[in-house]
């Protein structure tokens, strides 16, 4: 298996450097229009350097006692907010022994297909093909939208489930940034135009403090929603700060219009860990050098996960193995 996926890696870091692959790239962004060529090659890259390679693969697989000696038929119901999100689920059926049906994302299903494409390639007695919808299934791993997540507990009731709904980032300021890490923090916003549970909607800084941002170059989807938002909130008389193509609003809570960047002022860092702590249940990481937490991330890597940065801090892995 490790040597399957290093194999994935090395044609994955390639992508795009071809007229095959410049093909799928063009064709998934026809298929989902918040999707660009970039932003699926550096999703593809991500996978191919942080997930993708011999050591890490080794040191992770290591911990679990993989593969399974009672293979099960695993259900795996992707998201398709970013490119290629739904492949870490897969690569952690496919490594614990476990058979894949995977079920795709309508918006991110021409690069999942070729994804499996290319192990199949490689592998061609691989345990992974696409659910039909009927084929019986023994558990499933299920990420989607709160009101999935409900037709989800509903539907399977009888299985063993891992499941998970919408969360968002953090990130949290001490006020002594430097301009290098303001511009990752801005990655770590506004890549793939906001729409990953990484994605830091929330920022906490220090009382007084100027928080000075610039918004990269977004889509047209993403302008037309700042628009709008932008709008409404002159509507309704309250107050934001302009950057241009996003807005920020002041507040405690976490934005509901996807170009709004919330802001929350503090006096102590004790006032943000008793946040954190009490939003646990909403947060999927935190960017910051100035508060320890247990999903913690450097500034500008909010988007490049790691195989231990487990999705709502629930180990897949643990979860497969303790199936069998």
């Given at each position: 298996?490790?040597?399957?996926?290093?194999?994935?890696?090395?044609?994955?870091?390639?992508?795009?450097?071809?007229?095959?692959?410049?093909?799928?790239?063009?064709?998934?962004?026809?298929?989902?229009?918040?999707?660009?060529?970039?932003?699926?090659?550096?999703?593809?890259?991500?996978?191919?350097?942080?997930?993708?390679?011999?050591?890490?693969?080794?040191?992770?697989?290591?911990?679990?006692?993989?593969?399974?000696?009672?293979?099960?038929r695993?259900?795996?119901?992707?998201?398709?907010?970013?490119?290629?999100?739904?492949?870490?689920?897969?690569?952690?059926?496919?490594?614990?022994?476990?058979?894949?049906?995977?079920?795709?994302?309508?918006?991110?299903?021409?690069?999942?297909?070729?994804?499996?494409?290319?192990?199949?390639?490689?592998?061609?007695?691989?345990?992974?093909?696409?659910?039909?919808?009927?084929?019986?299934?023994?558990?499933?791993?299920?990420?989607?939208?709160?009101?999935?997540?409900?037709?989800?507990?509903?539907?399977y009731?009888?299985?063993?489930?891992?499941?998970r709904?919408?969360?968002?980032?953090?990130?949290?300021?001490?006020?002594?940034?430097?301009?290098?890490?303001?511009?990752?923090?801005?990655?770590?916003?506004?890549?793939?135009?906001?729409?990953?549970?990484?994605?830091?909607?929330?920022?906490?800084?220090?009382?007084?403090?100027d928080?000075?941002?610039?918004?990269?170059?977004?889509?047209?989807?993403?302008?037309?929603?700042?628009?709008?938002?932008?709008?409404?909130?002159?509507?309704?008389?309250?107050p934001?700060?302009?950057?241009?193509?996003?807005?920020?609003?002041?507040?405690?809570?976490?934005?509901?219009?996807?170009?709004?960047?919330?802001?929350?002022?503090y006096?102590?860092l004790?006032?943000?860990?008793?946040?954190?702590?009490?939003?646990?249940?909403?947060?999927?990481?935190?960017?910051?050098?100035?508060?320890?937490?247990?999903?913690?991330?450097?500034?500008?890597?909010?988007?490049?996960?790691?195989?231990?940065?487990?999705?709502?801090?629930?180990?897949?892995?643990?979860?497969?193995?303790d199936l069998?």
């Amino acid at each position: 298996m490790i040597e399957l996926f290093v194999a994935l890696g090395d044609r994955l870091r390639h992508f795009g450097n071809d007229p095959e692959t410049r093909e799928v790239a063009r064709a998934a962004c026809q298929a989902n229009e918040w999707f660009s060529v970039d932003e699926i090659g550096r999703a593809l890259r991500a996978l191919a350097t942080e997930m993708l390679q011999p050591e890490p693969l080794r040191h992770w697989l290591a911990a679990y006692p993989c593969p399974v000696h009672t293979p099960s038929r695993i259900l795996t119901v992707m998201a398709g907010n970013i490119p290629a999100v739904g492949f870490f689920d897969l690569l952690c059926v496919v490594c614990s022994g476990h058979r894949c049906l995977y079920k795709t994302s309508a918006k991110d299903r021409i690069l999942m297909d070729y994804i499996v494409g290319e192990l199949q390639a490689l592998s061609p007695d691989l345990p992974i093909e696409p659910y039909d919808g009927s084929s019986p299934v023994d558990a499933v791993i299920a990420t989607g939208s709160d009101n999935a997540v409900r037709y989800f507990k509903a539907r399977y009731a009888e299985l063993p489930m891992l499941l998970r709904g919408s969360r968002q980032s953090v990130a949290v300021l001490s006020g002594h940034e430097t301009p290098e890490q303001l511009t990752a923090l801005s990655d770590d916003i506004w890549a793939y135009s906001g729409l990953g549970c990484r994605n830091v909607s929330l920022v906490f800084a220090p009382n007084g403090y100027d928080l000075q941002l610039q918004v990269p170059c977004l889509n047209n989807k993403y302008k037309n929603n700042y628009i709008q938002t932008k709008a409404l909130l002159r509507m309704n008389g309250k107050p934001f700060r302009d950057f241009g193509s996003a807005v920020a609003v002041e507040q405690t809570e976490f934005p509901k219009a996807l170009s709004e960047l919330a802001v929350a002022r503090y006096r102590t860092l004790d006032e943000v860990a008793a946040w954190l702590a009490a939003h646990d249940a909403e947060i999927q990481c935190v960017v910051t050098e100035c508060l320890p937490h247990d999903r913690r991330t450097d500034f500008g890597q909010a988007q490049s996960p790691t195989l231990t940065d487990w999705p709502d801090g629930q180990d897949v892995l643990a979860w497969l193995t303790d199936l069998a």
